[in-house]
């Protein structure tokens, strides 16, 4: 897009003005509009926005009419605000002219038509013209110029300190995100992802439309399972939704705990006694996990061996009494049962004695049969004896017995190092808050600290559960869609609905693969641009890094940490930032068959220079115009000398406010021309 010219007709303070702006032939590509304050130099820039959207959002007063119009108008008669904008876009003429008429009321005051009137002409190559139908307007405008980048190539010095608040992560980013998509060609990789997959595009993407093609003619199975498909790919699309929420808030919690902890170190009085602190933490960490790791293990090795452990001394005594025994008279050689048995059936002794039942003789030959072999008394204690002996080894438990003790050492030890530390933390943060406001300063930092810590473990679990819940679903959701697959193998339409459904899939995870590479690529690319910019207009230590969700953080990498950025800072910032899109656009654009292509846009600044000091005016200057391929700059009257002779080689228009009265401004030629 390059900027043909532009005319005022009763906008504000201009009557009649027209002001042609430089094409960029032999170099020459600045037009500059110097003028004192109140002259009228955001009222062109908001000519710029009115035109193209019909928005004023500088202006406080919303009524376009000149005040001298509107003073020698009769009751009830009208006049008209115009502003006619001429540009070339992809190499062809636009004109785009608003007009909105004013009626006079009784009360004297100018009252606006319900709608201005908008229309483009577009002049094709041939020189013919043809005036774009009325449905097309707005689209024509967003393929101009999208109203959402507008901002950052239409300016004004408050604004660029919004800018600068917003890509350095102090508010929303979103409009950032989108300007380095849609500047630097990725919006159309993302319209393509969007065209076959999109969380809210329902039936009207390509995905969408093939699953609600199915039909189950019948099939009650085959009808669940497409119900489940549908319900598992809504839940899946909001767990993403969520986890791409879950993340951000982490992120932000994150930097506001890095910003959080840098600044509590910041007092002097503190900060020696912050990294003790630290230290102590620290230590009573690593103690708190020996103690932990001794008690685990002391359990482990007594729980495992509990019952030899418990046995031990029963089974020792046992083993005592059975030595002190003399149990070898207690085995009669020769004897069997068979003999013992042949007695009692007979009823009579060798001997010639009787064996009557109940009589001592006869309990007497009951009693030998505890002497018969292989089940003697002294071969059962013996037994007893061997099988205690080898269930219960004596050293192994005794060696147990002292690795639990050990154990146990050291988990006492453990405490009384924990106890000690945490008696000397104690100390060092009665320190750190011992007086007044340096006291309130540090609780204050350190219950934001707390409730930054407290939103990362929470987020960060709610990160683990939606992630768990991704995989589960993702697991159920290729399980309903396996089944689904070998149903319709018997159903032709549905089997080839399956096949362009596997297409769609493949087309849109190769293209999203790529969209993620070009998209890394793009972000590493544009923060070593903007570095290299930035270096250049603000010299010193900082470094720039664009994360992932596009946030931008500050460093200074003689620290290597976080800062919060001045106000100049944060100016070099929003200028690196746009000089490095318009660079790497261009760079783009000028790379045949890129994907990442893109129209280059020109940029009009309104007294932009006035944010710097007169070191950083001459490395802009400098700097900008050897970037873009299209500059206007208006410029107070105090920055306007150091303008010209800064950019004196690249001045192709200039121009100069004359100020008849407050309702009558003129823009003459200047020097230059």
Same mark, same amino acid.
């Given at each position: 897009?390059?900027?043909?010219?532009?005319?005022?007709?009763?906008?504000?303070?201009?009557?009649?003005?027209?002001?042609?702006?430089?094409?960029?032939?032999?170099?020459?590509?600045?037009?500059?509009?110097?003028?004192?304050?109140?002259?009228?130099?955001?009222?062109?820039?908001?000519?710029?926005?009115?035109?193209?959207?019909?928005?004023?959002?500088?202006?406080?007063?919303?009524?376009?009419?000149?005040?001298?119009?509107?003073?020698?108008?009769?009751?009830?008669?009208?006049?008209?605000?115009?502003?006619?904008?001429?540009?070339? +876009?992809?190499?062809?003429?636009?004109?785009?002219?608003?007009?909105?008429?004013?009626?006079?009321?009784?009360?004297?005051?100018?009252?606006?038509?319900?709608?201005?009137?908008?229309?483009?002409?577009?002049?094709?190559?041939?020189?013919?013209?043809?005036?774009?139908?009325?449905? @097309?307007?707005?689209?024509?405008?967003?393929?101009?110029?999208?109203?959402?980048?507008?901002?950052?190539?239409?300016?004004?010095?408050?604004?660029?300190?919004?800018?600068?608040?917003?890509?350095?992560?102090?508010?929303?980013?979103?409009?950032?995100?989108?300007?380095?998509?849609?500047?630097?060609?990725?919006?159309?990789?993302?319209?393509? @992802?969007?065209?076959?997959?999109?969380?809210?595009?329902?039936?009207?993407?390509?995905?969408?439309?093939?699953?609600?093609?199915?039909?189950?003619?019948?099939?009650?199975?085959?009808?669940?399972?497409?119900?489940?498909?549908?319900?598992?790919?809504?839940?899946?699309?909001?767990?993403?939704?969520?986890?791409?929420?879950?993340?951000?808030?982490?992120?932000?919690?994150?930097?506001?705990?890095?910003?959080?902890?840098?600044?509590?170190?910041?007092?002097?009085?503190?900060?020696?006694?912050?990294?003790?602190?630290?230290?102590?933490?620290?230590?009573?960490?690593?103690?708190?996990?020996?103690? +932990?790791?001794?008690?685990?293990?002391?359990?482990?090795?007594?729980?495992?061996?509990?019952?030899?452990?418990?046995?031990?001394?029963?089974?020792?005594?046992?083993?005592?009494?059975?030595?002190?025994?003399? *149990?070898?008279?207690?085995?009669?050689?020769? *004897?069997?049962?068979?003999?013992?048995?042949?007695?009692?059936?007979?009823?009579?002794?060798?001997?010639?004695?009787?064996?009557?039942?109940?009589?001592?003789?006869?309990?007497?030959?009951?009693?030998?049969?505890?002497?018969?072999?292989?089940?003697?008394?002294?071969?059962?204690?013996?037994?007893?004896?061997?099988?205690?002996?080898?269930?219960?080894?004596?050293?192994?438990?005794?060696?147990?017995?002292?690795?639990?003790?050990?154990?146990?050492?050291?988990?006492?030890?453990?405490?009384?190092?924990?106890?000690?530390?945490?008696?000397?933390?104690?100390?060092?943060?009665?320190?750190?808050?011992?007086?007044?406001?340096?006291?309130?300063?540090?609780?204050? @930092?350190?219950?934001?600290?707390?409730?930054?810590?407290?939103?990362?473990?929470?987020?960060?679990?709610?990160?683990?559960?939606?992630?768990?819940?991704?995989?589960?679903?993702?697991?159920?959701?290729?399980?309903?869609?396996?089944?689904?697959?070998?149903?319709?193998?018997?159903?032709?339409?549905?089997?080839?609905?399956?096949?362009?459904?596997?297409?769609?899939?493949?087309?849109?995870?190769?293209?999203?693969?790529?969209?993620?590479?070009?998209?890394?690529?793009?972000?590493?690319?544009?923060?070593?641009?903007?570095?290299?910019?930035?270096?250049?207009?603000?010299?010193?230590?900082?470094?720039?890094?664009?994360?992932?969700?596009?946030?931008?953080?500050?460093?200074?990498?003689?620290?290597?940490?976080?800062?919060?950025?001045?106000?100049?800072?944060?100016?070099?910032?929003?200028?690196?930032?746009?000089?490095? @899109?318009?660079?790497?656009?261009?760079?783009?654009?000028?790379?045949?068959?890129? *994907?990442?292509?893109?129209?280059?846009?020109?940029?009009?600044?309104?007294?932009?220079?006035? *944010?710097?000091?007169?070191?950083?005016?001459?490395?802009?200057?400098?700097?900008?115009?050897?970037?873009?391929?299209?500059?206007?700059?208006?410029?107070?009257?105090?920055?306007?000398?150091?303008?010209?002779?800064?950019?004196?080689?690249?001045?192709?228009?200039?121009?100069?406010?004359?100020?008849?009265?407050?309702?009558?401004?003129?823009?003459?030629?200047?020097?230059?021309?």
């Amino acid at each position: 897009m390059q900027l043909k010219s532009i005319k005022l007709n009763n906008f504000r303070q201009f009557k009649d003005v027209q002001v042609d702006f430089a094409d960029g032939k032999e170099g020459k590509n600045v037009t500059i509009i110097i003028g004192e304050n109140s002259a009228g130099k955001t009222t062109i820039e908001q000519a710029f926005f009115w035109c193209l959207y019909a928005k004023t959002p500088s202006f406080e007063d919303k009524i376009l009419l000149n005040r001298d119009v509107l003073h020698n108008m009769q009751t009830g008669s009208q006049a008209t605000v115009k502003v006619e904008l001429c540009l070339y +876009h992809n190499g062809i003429e636009y004109t785009l002219t608003r007009q909105l008429a004013y009626t006079k009321d009784n009360n004297g005051n100018a009252k606006p038509a319900d709608q201005p009137l908008f229309d483009i002409t577009r002049r094709e190559k041939n020189g013919n013209e043809k005036d774009i139908e009325a449905d @097309l307007l707005a689209a024509t405008v967003e393929e101009i110029m999208p109203q959402a980048l507008s901002q950052y190539f239409f300016f004004d010095g408050e604004r660029i300190l919004q800018m600068g608040k917003e890509i350095s992560g102090k508010e929303q980013v979103d409009d950032f995100k989108n300007a380095v998509r849609g500047l630097l060609g990725l919006d159309a990789m993302m319209n393509a @992802l969007w065209h076959f997959k999109h969380p809210r595009g329902g039936k009207n993407t390509v995905i969408g439309y093939y699953n609600s093609q199915f039909s189950a003619k019948g099939n009650a199975e085959l009808e669940k399972l497409l119900k489940q498909i549908d319900d598992a790919d809504q839940k899946l699309a909001e767990v993403k939704s969520s986890l791409e929420t879950c993340d951000g808030e982490i992120s932000k919690a994150k930097d506001l705990l890095k910003q959080k902890r840098s600044e509590i170190t910041l007092y002097e009085e503190g900060k020696k006694l912050i990294e003790e602190k630290d230290g102590f933490e620290q230590d009573i960490s690593l103690a708190e996990e020996a103690k +932990h790791n001794a008690v685990t293990e002391a359990v482990s090795l007594f729980s495992r061996d509990l019952s030899s452990f418990l046995s031990l001394p029963l089974i020792n005594r046992a083993v005592d009494f059975i030595n002190s025994q003399n *149990l070898a008279d207690a085995i009669i050689p020769g *004897l069997s049962k068979a003999t013992l048995d042949y007695l009692k059936e007979h009823q009579k002794c060798i001997c010639g004695r009787e064996l009557l039942p109940g009589s001592d003789a006869c309990n007497h030959i009951e009693s030998l049969y505890d002497y018969v072999l292989p089940n003697s008394i002294a071969t059962i204690a013996r037994d007893f004896k061997n099988e205690s002996m080898r269930r219960v080894d004596q050293t192994f438990v005794g060696d147990m017995s002292k690795d639990v003790i050990s154990k146990i050492k050291t988990a006492n030890e453990q405490e009384k190092i924990i106890q000690s530390k945490q008696a000397r933390l104690e100390r060092v943060i009665r320190r750190i808050g011992a007086s007044g406001e340096a006291k309130d300063k540090f609780d204050e @930092l350190k219950s934001q600290i707390g409730i930054c810590e407290e939103k990362i473990r929470t987020k960060t679990k709610e990160h683990d559960q939606l992630l768990e819940d991704k995989v589960n679903i993702s697991r159920d959701l290729k399980n309903y869609q396996d089944r689904r697959a070998d149903i319709n193998a018997n159903d032709e339409q549905n089997r080839k609905t399956e096949i362009y459904l596997a297409y769609a899939n493949r087309i849109y995870e190769e293209l999203n693969k790529e969209y993620t590479a070009q998209e890394t690529e793009v972000r590493t690319r544009l923060q070593d641009t903007i570095n290299s910019i930035f270096r250049e207009i603000y010299n010193g230590e900082l470094q720039l890094e664009i994360k992932d969700n596009y946030k931008i953080s500050v460093t200074d990498i003689s620290y290597d940490s976080g800062v919060e950025t001045s106000s100049g800072q944060s100016i070099a910032v929003i200028f690196a930032f746009i000089t490095a @899109l318009i660079q790497m656009a261009k760079e783009n654009g000028q790379k045949e068959n890129e *994907l990442l292509a893109h129209e280059v846009y020109p940029l009009v600044m309104d007294a932009p220079l006035s *944010l710097f000091d007169k070191t950083r005016i001459d490395t802009v200057c400098r700097k900008i115009p050897s970037i873009a391929e299209q500059v206007v700059i208006f410029i107070k009257d105090t920055d306007g000398e150091i303008a010209r002779d800064k950019m004196a080689r690249y001045i192709g228009k200039e121009y100069r406010f004359d100020k008849q009265t407050n309702f009558d401004t003129r823009v003459i030629p200047g020097e230059m021309e």
